[in-house]
């Protein structure tokens, strides 16, 4: 099984900072990687497939990158919406199940 | 609007069963792969099983293999998961999901969640 990893598993921020996040897979899957952010109580909503593509509606502040085992999701400019959890999914052992990341909170 | 509506959770002996229902509205049920995945508390989201779009291929993730059935009925634009022999670690948020395909449905990924259902399972 394909098992991800994601550090940090929490970081402090500012408005305005740059963040930076990143994600490992336990073997190479290309750039079968998607990102979500999850605010609390709601569920996870998808930002970025194929570790770059920005999915429609997505502010372009959040960027992917990466391929082969290690991945990142950088935040620009950090608003105040963007505080939440983001995880990592791999989608490389097509058909589901994919496996998530733990996550990285994302607080003041 | 694009919505999916997940009901039928709540509280459940251990070995008890349950059954999930997931309806879908804004779109057509049968252009898409589905899936649920669970979230416990305090815990990342965990890709439990997949259904294509005929309802002819089935996966599930080894902690529900042999106790969870994926199904579907796309007249009716609803999905479902029936649950058996639950045990105290099935205690979860469970959405169903949308599966899309991007850049030529090469890339696989999760576009659309329901609200999520609660199951706790608890005697």
Same mark, same amino acid.
């Given at each position: 099984?394909?098992?991800?990893?994601q550090?940090?598993s929490?970081?402090?921020?500012?408005?305005?900072?740059?963040?930076?996040?990143? /994600?490992?897979?336990?073997?190479?899957?290309?750039?079968? =990687?998607?990102? #979500?952010?999850q605010?609390?109580?709601?569920?996870?909503? =998808?930002?970025? #497939?194929?570790?770059?593509?920005?999915?429609?509606?997505?502010?372009?502040?959040?960027?992917?990158?990466?391929?082969?085992?290690?991945?990142?999701?950088?935040?620009?400019? =950090?608003?105040?919406?963007?505080?939440?959890t983001y995880y /990592?999914?791999?989608?490389?052992?097509?058909?589901?199940? #994919?496996?998530?990341g733990p996550g990285t909170k994302?607080?003041? | 609007?694009?919505?999916?509506?997940?009901?039928? !959770?709540?509280?459940?002996?251990?070995? %008890?069963?349950?059954?999930?229902?997931?309806?879908?509205? !804004?779109?057509?049920?049968?252009?898409?792969?589905?899936?649920? @995945?669970?979230?416990?508390?305090?815990?990342g989201?965990?890709?439990?099983?997949?259904? &294509?779009? %005929? %309802? +002819?291929?089935? +996966?599930?993730?080894?902690? @529900?293999?042999?106790?969870?059935?994926?199904?579907?009925? &796309?007249?009716? &634009?609803?999905?479902?998961?029936?649950? &058996?022999? $639950?045990?105290?670690?099935?205690?979860?948020?469970?959405?169903?999901?949308?599966?899309?395909?991007?850049?030529?449905?090469?890339?696989?990924?999760?576009? $659309?969640?329901?609200?999520?259902?609660? @199951?706790?399972?608890?005697?």
């Amino acid at each position: 099984d394909i098992q991800m990893t994601q550090s940090p598993s929490s970081l402090s921020a500012s408005v305005g900072d740059r963040v930076t996040m990143t /994600c490992r897979a336990s073997q190479s899957i290309g750039s079968y =990687l998607n990102w #979500y952010q999850q605010k609390p109580g709601k569920a996870p909503n =998808l930002l970025i #497939y194929a570790a770059s593509g920005l999915q429609s509606g997505v502010p372009s502040r959040f960027s992917g990158s990466g391929s082969g085992t290690d991945f990142t999701l950088t935040i620009s400019s =950090l608003q105040p919406e963007d505080f939440a959890t983001y995880y /990592c999914q791999q989608s490389y052992n097509n058909p589901p199940p #994919y496996t998530f990341g733990p996550g990285t909170k994302v607080d003041i | 609007e694009e919505q999916l509506v997940e009901s039928g !959770g709540g509280l459940v002996q251990p070995g %008890g069963s349950l059954t999930l229902s997931c309806a879908a509205s !804004g779109f057509t049920l049968s252009s898409y792969e589905m899936n649920w @995945v669970r979230q416990a508390p305090g815990k990342g989201p965990e890709s439990l099983s997949f259904i &294509n779009r %005929g %309802g +002819t291929t089935m +996966t599930y993730a080894d902690s @529900v293999k042999g106790r969870f059935t994926i199904s579907r009925d &796309n007249a009716k &634009n609803s999905l479902y998961l029936q649950m &058996n022999s $639950l045990r105290a670690e099935d205690t979860a948020v469970y959405y169903c999901a949308r599966e899309h395909g991007f850049w030529s449905a090469y890339y696989h990924a999760f576009d $659309l969640w329901g609200q999520g259902t609660m @199951v706790t399972v608890s005697s």
